[in-house]
């Protein structure tokens, strides 16, 4: 399984003043996932390396849109009435493998393989290649019609990037150096991201229950992400959940259960009613800002990321 070249989190000081030296693409809103089309079978695993080729058949139709064999990294999204990525709406085509079930959610929420790069072709490697080299490939060997598209890199500067990134309602820009090769599986500062709000990938430690109404149910869910001393808490989330969304988190947790806490320092009032779960969840939230104590202020809940281990999760910020 090949596993993606990652981008680090910076800002505009990170990018040379030589914009030329630097290509800028959009960020998309959904899962990671490398495409191999081998004499026309499609297969897709994501960033973990979970196949979820099942999951997605209208993505199949990349084996008309390819020409000959390929390997391709690219992003799957769903898209809202306004034709804006929306990862909540991703959240209702995850984790399904049953035919009919994903059927009947793929004529509710149909998804887009936005493809970026392309690692190898007809059997050739193209990660040792720069940028602009696998991009001319890319462009020559794949066609953009229906659920697969390859979208077109920013013809202009950084600032212009994002303030178009910010009007289409994007998540924000990748950076990627022209020169840079493909550093399969690595994170690399040859792809800098770029983004107009913060969000974390968390791993779930418990949660606590909530009242009234919902007592009994999630309240919020307690986060924390790793560091070279175990799992640190980083603070609890408790908006960004629907009703049907509390009564599955509560569905899911509930078979995780454990006694004792996964967290190295889990404060004594959190952990007065907190029903603590083995760690092996990922999910994602949008905050304000990292405390001075490392919390995360005022987060909100965007939903799992079914494509990500537990050990993919850093700080970022």
């Given amino acids: 399984m090949i596993k ?3 981008a680090t989190l910076g800002t505009a000081g990170d990018i040379d003043d030589e914009n030329d ?5 959009m960020k998309w809103d959904g899962i990671r996932a490398i495409a191999t089309v081998d004499s026309g079978r499609v297969a897709l695993r994501t960033r973990n390396g979970l196949d979820v080729t099942v999951g997605y058949p209208e993505l199949t139709q990349l084996a008309g849109n390819v020409d000959g064999d390929a390997v391709l990294d690219g992003e799957i999204v769903a898209l809202n009435k306004a034709g804006r990525p929306d990862f909540g709406l991703l959240q209702r085509r995850m984790k399904l493998t049953r035919p009919a079930e994903v059927a009947t959610a793929a004529k509710a929420v149909p998804v887009h393989y936005m493809v970026f790069d392309i690692l190898s072709r007809d059997g050739s490697d193209l990660t040792g290649e720069p940028y602009s080299t696998r991009r001319l490939e890319l462009e020559d060997a794949v066609r953009s019609t229906g659920a697969i598209q390859v979208p077109a890199a920013f013809a202009g500067d950084l600032d212009a990037a994002m303030a178009a990134s910010k009007q289409l309602a994007l998540e924000g820009v990748v950076a990627k150096r022209r020169d840079s090769t493909y550093a399969v599986g690595a994170r690399s500062r040859a792809w800098i991201k770029l983004k107009h709000h913060k969000t ?3 791993i779930i430690g418990g949660w606590r229950p909530g009242s009234g109404r919902r007592a009994g149910e999630v309240g ?6 790793p560091d070279d001393t175990g799992l640190r808490y980083v603070g609890r989330v408790g908006t960004g959940f629907g009703d049907a969304d509390i009564t599955e988190l509560t569905r899911i947790l509930s078979k995780l259960e454990r006694r004792t806490s996964p967290f190295v320092d889990a404060p004594r009032d959190v952990a007065r009613d907190a029903r603590w779960v083995s760690p092996t969840l990922v999910g994602e939230v949008e905050f304000a800002e990292w405390t001075s104590a490392l919390k995360l202020r005022q987060p909100s809940w965007r939903g799992w990321r079914t494509d990500k281990n537990p050990s993919d999760v850093t700080r970022e910020g």
């Fill in 4 to 6: 993606p070249m990652l």
């Fill in 21 to 25: 030296e630097w290509a800028f693409e």
């Fill in 200 to 202: 974390q990938e968390v």
């Fill in 220 to 225: 919020s869910l307690l986060m924390g992400v």
